[in-house]
DNA sequence: GCCGTTTTCGGCCCGACTGTTTTCAGTCG
C-alpha cells in the first residue's frame, strides 16, 4: 500500500515548499496528504486499473498531483521534490517539530548558519550564535533550547491513558469550585485520540483571577510557563502541558468547539459558516461583515456547542468525530451514527485471574463487574500448550469451569441477575492452530484467539495463520486483532482486508482492547471492521480488577470509528450473546 | 495546486501571542 509512503511525501513537498515561501500550494499538498493517508484503496491499484482519471476522483488530487503520483508509482521519486531537498538538504520534519521554529526561522538558520537537523540546532544555540541573527533574540534562543529538551525527553506525545487520570482530577478540582460555572476538557483529549501532545481546558469564571490562583498552586503543578486572567500554562508534575483557557459564558460554546479541533474540521466549519454569509470563531457565530461596512458583526450564537453547529446549518458532532473525515458530509445528507454509549456495555468478556497472568481471583474480578453494574462477566484466562506459559492447561480448565458452574448456581439461589460466562484466551501458533485442543474449547461460552508470538512473521505467512484461527469453529473473538503497541510496535504485517472478509464469512467477532497501550483495535480500524458489516466486542483484557474501569478507553476509540450500539454485542443480553457465539 | 449551489478564475480559516521591532512577521493552536 502506497498510500501512506505518498501522504508523507506530500506533507514533506508541504513543508519544503513552505520554507521556500511559496504560497498556497503547501495549503494544497497538506490537504492531498491527509486525503491520502485516510483513503481505504490502495493507490497503485486505482491507477492500475483506471489509470491518472481514477487518481483524480480522490479528493485533493487534480492534474498536477496526478501526475506525481504517477511519477512516483512508476519511479519510486517525485523529480520536484529531489530538487527542494538538493536545494535544501534539511531534516525539515524533525525541525519543525521544535517548538517556536517555523518553516520562516528554518530557512534563515540554515542560510546563516547551515543548520540542517536537531543536532546542528542544538550546537548552534548553545553557543549563542542564534540570538545575533537579524529577526532572532535572546528568547528565541532560549525557546528553542527548551523545544529541544521537550522534544528529547517526551517525543512531544502521552498515551492518553497515562495523562488521563491526572486531567480527571483537575477538572473535578475546578468543577468544585464555587466561582466556575463551565468546565470542559477540549483539544485531542476530548477527542479520545491515542496520544496526546498537552491538554486543554475550559472554564466560565466569575473571578478569573482567583480561578487562575487556585489553578497554578495546584499540587500537580511543577512549573508555571503563564498566569494571566485569560490563559494559564503550566507543566504538570506528570511531564505533560495543562492550559487552562478562561472565556466568557457567551463564547463558551465555540470557544469549545473551537479547541476541541481538529483544527482539519474547524477549518471545514468555518468554511461552510462563509459559505452561509457567517463568520465563525472561537467568539461565536457573527453575521454581518463590518469591513465591507454593513455595521458590526453580531452574534448569534456561541454558548453552546450545539447552538454553534445549529447556526451553521449542521447539528451537533461528537467530539471523537471531529477529524474532517466524512463527518460533515455525514451531517448533511442526515447519515450522522448514534455512537454506542458506555452505559448500554452490560459485560466485560476479557478478564484474566490469578490463575494465569492476572493479579486478582475470579471472585474479585466478579465483585468489581457488579459494583460497575454489568449483567455478566466473562473470565479468560490464557491457556497452555507443553506447559510453555503460565496459562491453564486441560486439568486446570475444567477446574475453573466447575468453579464458574458454582458461582452461577449461587447467584441463582440468591436471585441475583448475573452471569459469569467461562471463555479463555487461547494463543494463535505459528501455524494457524490454537494451543488448546478443540475437545476442551467445545466446553466454554466463548474463545478469544491472539496472537502473542512470531508477531514479525511475513505477510502472507500472518494472512494465512490468522485466517486459519479465525475459521476454527470455536473461536469466537479475535482479540487484538491488529498487535499494535502504541508508540512500541507497529501492527503485524498481514492484508487486514481478506482478514475482515474472512471473519465477516465466519461469523468472527473482532476485538476492540481498551488497554491504553494498545486500542486495538483504534477508531480507523473500527470504521474499517463496521463497513465490512463486521461485530465488535469492547473488551479491557483486565489484569486486575481496577483495570476493568478501562472500558471508558474502548469507548473512545468505538466513537472514533462511528460504531453504534447495534455494532457491538457486549451490549446483548447474556441470553442473546450466548446465542450469538452458538 | 485544487476547486466550484457566489464556478473555469480568484480565492484558499481565524485570531492571539511572541519577540522582535518601532509597526509587524512568524508561529501557534
Redesign the pocket.
Given at each position: 500500500m502506497k498510500n501512506q509512503e505518498l501522504s508523507k511525501i506530500f506533507f514533506e513537498m508541504a513543508d519544503y515548499l513552505e520554507i521556500e515561501g511559496v504560497?498556497?500550494?503547501p495549503?494544497?499538498y497538506r490537504k492531498?496528504a491527509l486525503s491520502l493517508d485516510n483513503w481505504k484503496e490502495d493507490v497503485g491499484e486505482i491507477y492500475r486499473s483506471k489509470g491518472i482519471k481514477g487518481l483524480q476522483e480522490i479528493?485533493?488530487?487534480?492534474?498536477?498531483?496526478?501526475k506525481a503520483i504517477e511519477e512516483y508509482l512508476k519511479s519510486g521519486k517525485i523529480k520536484s521534490l529531489e530538487e527542494l531537498k538538493k536545494k535544501l538538504p534539511l531534516k525539515v520534519d524533525e525541525l519543525l517539530r521544535v517548538?517556536?521554529?517555523?518553516?520562516?526561522?528554518?530557512k534563515v538558520l540554515y542560510r546563516e548558519l547551515g543548520v540542517k537537523d536537531l543536532k546542528d540546532l542544538g550546537k548552534a544555540a548553545k553557543a549563542h550564535k542564534i540570538?545575533p541573527l537579524?529577526?532572532?533574540?535572546?528568547?528565541?534562543e532560549q525557546?528553542i533550547l527548551q523545544g529541544l529538551e521537550f522534544l528529547k525527553r517526551s517525543k512531544g506525545r502521552f498515551l492518553l491513558g497515562d495523562i488521563m487520570p491526572t486531567v480527571k482530577i483537575i477538572e473535578e478540582s475546578l468543577r468544585a469550585r464555587k466561582e466556575i460555572k463551565e468546565v470542559s476538557v477540549a483539544?485531542s483529549v476530548r477527542r479520545q485520540k491515542e496520544t496526546i501532545g498537552?491538554i486543554?481546558i475550559l472554564v466560565v469564571s466569575e473571578n478569573p483571577k482567583k480561578t487562575a490562583d487556585f489553578f497554578v498552586s495546584l499540587p500537580e503543578v511543577e512549573k508555571i510557563w503563564?498566569e494571566g486572567s485569560?490563559?494559564c500554562s503550566v507543566r504538570l508534575k506528570a511531564g505533560f502541558d495543562v492550559d487552562l483557557r478562561m472565556v466568557k459564558r457567551e463564547s463558551f460554546g465555540s470557544a469549545l468547539q473551537y479547541?476541541t479541533g481538529s483544527?482539519e474540521h474547524?477549518?471545514s466549519t468555518?468554511?461552510i459558516a462563509?459559505?452561509k454569509?457567517l463568520?465563525l470563531?472561537?467568539?461565536g457565530v457573527f453575521e454581518g461583515n463590518p469591513s465591507t461596512g454593513s455595521g458590526r458583526a453580531r452574534q448569534i450564537a456561541g454558548a453552546t456547542e450545539e447552538d454553534v453547529y445549529k447556526a451553521i446549518g449542521l447539528s451537533f458532532v461528537a467530539p471523537e468525530m471531529r477529524e474532517d473525515d466524512g463527518e460533515i458530509q455525514a451531517v448533511l445528507n442526515g447519515s450522522l451514527p448514534v455512537l454506542i454509549k458506555q452505559k448500554d456495555i452490560k459485560g466485560d468478556l476479557h478478564c484474566h485471574t490469578v490463575a494465569s497472568d492476572g493479579k486478582d481471583s475470579i471472585e474479585e474480578m466478579v465483585r468489581s463487574a457488579m459494583d460497575l453494574g454489568y449483567e455478566y462477566v466473562g473470565i479468560s484466562d490464557h491457556t497452555k500448550f507443553l506447559g510453555v506459559t503460565n496459562g491453564l492447561d486441560e486439568k486446570e480448565i475444567l477446574k475453573q469451569h466447575k468453579k464458574i458452574e458454582e458461582l452461577n448456581a449461587k447467584f441463582k439461589k440468591q436471585n441475583l441477575k448475573f452471569r459469569v460466562l467461562h471463555g479463555c484466551e487461547a494463543d494463535i501458533m505459528l501455524d494457524g492452530s490454537l494451543n488448546a485442543k478443540d475437545e476442551i474449547l467445545e466446553k466454554l461460552d466463548y474463545v478469544i484467539a491472539s496472537v502473542h508470538s512470531g508477531m514479525k512473521m511475513e505477510k502472507k505467512k500472518m494472512t494465512a495463520r490468522i485466517i486459519k484461527a479465525i475459521k476454527n469453529r470455536n473461536v469466537d473473538i479475535f482479540g487484538h486483532p491488529t498487535g499494535r503497541l502504541i508508540g512500541k510496535r507497529d501492527e503485524y504485517q498481514m492484508d487486514f482486508d481478506k482478514i475482515l472478509e474472512v471473519a465477516k464469512e465466519n461469523g468472527t467477532i473482532l476485538e476492540i482492547n481498551s488497554s491504553p497501550l494498545r486500542l486495538d483495535l483504534n477508531g480507523f480500524n473500527i470504521r474499517r471492521a463496521k463497513t465490512h458489516g463486521l461485530k465488535m466486542i469492547i473488551n479491557t483484557d483486565s489484569h486486575n480488577k481496577e483495570q476493568l474501569n478501562l472500558m471508558e478507553y474502548g469507548i473512545g476509540q468505538a466513537h472514533r470509528g462511528w460504531a453504534e450500539k447495534a455494532d457491538i454485542i457486549n451490549t446483548l443480553s447474556v441470553e442473546k450473546l450466548l446465542e450469538f457465539f452458538k
Open positions: 504560497d498556497f500550494k495549503y494544497a492531498v479528493p485533493g488530487v487534480g492534474e498536477g498531483i496526478a517548538e517556536s521554529l517555523g518553516p520562516k526561522k528554518i540570538s537579524f529577526g532572532f533574540g535572546e528568547k528565541t525557546n483539544g498537552d486543554d503563564a485569560t490563559k479547541f483544527k474547524n477549518i468555518r468554511k462563509i459559505e454569509g463568520k470563531s472561537e467568539y
